[in-house]
């Protein structure tokens, strides 16, 4: 398995492919396609993340001292950003999870991209991220 520092170069790779940015939203939105569909049950008031606009819900599991998400939103751009959080957070140790620095956003451009709400919402899914992280780290310990 990839290192989180290995998939946000990847990501970085990616975005680096397209010359403008109505090319790396339509990426972004394809990335929102990968996502595992979540069942009726998960899309629940008790998943929502607090603080984005649009509906994000997300939980976590873990196993073997890894942590894995599992996401949906309402909004096609926030599916795609809560993708690629969960391609590069999702089976790594709540520690690696939670000592992130995720340098892909600043790298991307994402945050100059965004509308202020959404750059809202990008942090409240990182936060919730690595809560669900810590969390599983107290679970486990």
């Given amino acids: 398995m990839s290192t989180i520092a290995e ?3 990847e990501i970085t790779d990616d975005f680096a492919l397209f010359d403008d940015w109505m090319e790396k939203y339509n990426y972004l939105i394809e990335q929102g396609d990968t996502l595992a569909p979540l069942s009726e049950a998960q899309h ?5 993340i607090k603080g984005c606009q649009s509906k994000v819900w997300m939980h976590s599991t873990h196993n073997d001292n890894k942590v894995f ?8 751009i926030t599916k795609g950003i809560i993708a690629l959080l969960v391609r590069v957070l999702s089976g790594h140790t709540a520690d690696e999870i939670i000592n992130a620095e ?3 956003v600043d790298r991307i451009g994402m945050k100059e ?7 809202n919402g990008l942090f409240a899914m990182i936060k919730q991220m690595k809560m669900d992280a810590l ?6 310990a």
Avoid: C, G, V
């Fill in 102 to 104: 995720l340098t892909f």
């Fill in 44 to 48: 629940d008031e008790n998943f929502l």
């Fill in 69 to 76: 998400y599992h996401a949906d939103s309402d909004a096609a």
């Fill in 7 to 9: 998939i946000e170069n």
């Fill in 113 to 119: 991209h965004l509308s202020p709400n959404r750059t």
């Fill in 135 to 140: 969390a599983h780290k107290s679970q486990t």
